[in-house]
């Protein structure tokens, strides 16, 4: 037997055969495709809801941001149109708060209080009457300063400045008349008032009344000579 052939022929010591190591490669290169396959089953809905799921966030605030815009679209016009029915109601009622107002009856009151103020001047003389009267006696002492008898100078004199005085207490009385019956009437014109007119008015109203009537009586008569004649002067020898 040679030496240097081996004890046991029957198990090789070189290398295993081709074939043998083609089959394991192919059978390690299935086993990895098959993983990979599985893998990326898996990651395939994974990676398709997180891709819908930002379409459809999208979505939803799209739609979320078009109805507040349509809400804000809607509501705008309701605002205004409201405001300019309500204007046009306030402008075409005429028994609105703003387009009309109810009398107060001041106007009745004072022309009450200034009828009664304007009777005592007719009664008792006001400025304007005193300097009337301070005129006419003026011009009569002019008149009569180159001459003229004792009636003339009295007529001149007196007699003019108190018809004058007489007169002007005859306008106020007309005054405190008229002003009293405007008083008293009013009521009767214009929009009518919900409150009665107050009694203070009416009796101050009449009481102007009252005293314009006995203060142009008065002033005819003094006017006329009728209450207190002029003087006369006596004849003499």
């Known amino acids: 037997m040679n030496s240097r052939t081996p004890a046991n022929p029957t198990s090789p010591t070189g ?10 490669a192919e059978d390690a290169a299935v086993g990895l495709d098959k993983g990979a396959a599985e893998a990326g089953r898996e990651s395939a809905p994974a990676d398709g809801g997180a891709g819908t799921a930002p379409d459809a966030g999208r979505t939803e605030a799209g739609s979320e ?9 809607g509501e705008a016009p309701s605002e205004d149109s409201g405001s300019d029915d309500i204007d046009l109601d306030d402008l075409d009622d005429p ?4 387009s009309g107002k109810k009398p ?17 001047v007719a009664l008792t003389g006001s400025w304007t009457g005193k300097v009337v009267a301070e005129r006419e006696t ?22 003019d400045a108190w018809h004058s005085t007489a007169l002007v207490n005859g306008l106020f009385a007309l005054l405190a008349l008229l002003v009293g019956i405007f008083a ?26 009252a005293l314009g009537v006995l203060g142009a009586v008065i002033s005819v008569g003094m ?9 006369t002067t006596g004849a003499t020898q």
């Open 15 to 24: 290398p295993a055969a081709p074939g043998v190591e083609e089959a394991a």
């Open 65 to 73: 941001g078009s109805g507040s815009g349509e809400a804000r679209t």
């Open 95 to 98: 028994d609105s708060e703003g």
């Open 104 to 120: 107060s009856g001041l106007g009745a009151a004072a022309a009450a209080v200034a009828a009664a103020g304007l009777g005592v």
């Open 138 to 159: 003026l011009i009569g002492q002019i008149k009569t300063s180159s001459g003229g008898t004792a009636a003339q100078q009295i007529s001149e004199i007196y007699g």
């Open 184 to 209: 008293l009437v009013r009521p009767a014109f214009g929009a009518p008032s919900p409150h009665p007119q107050p009694g203070w008015v009416r009796a101050v109203a009449t009481a102007g009344i």
């Open 223 to 231: 006017y006329f000579d009728l209450i207190v004649p002029l003087p």
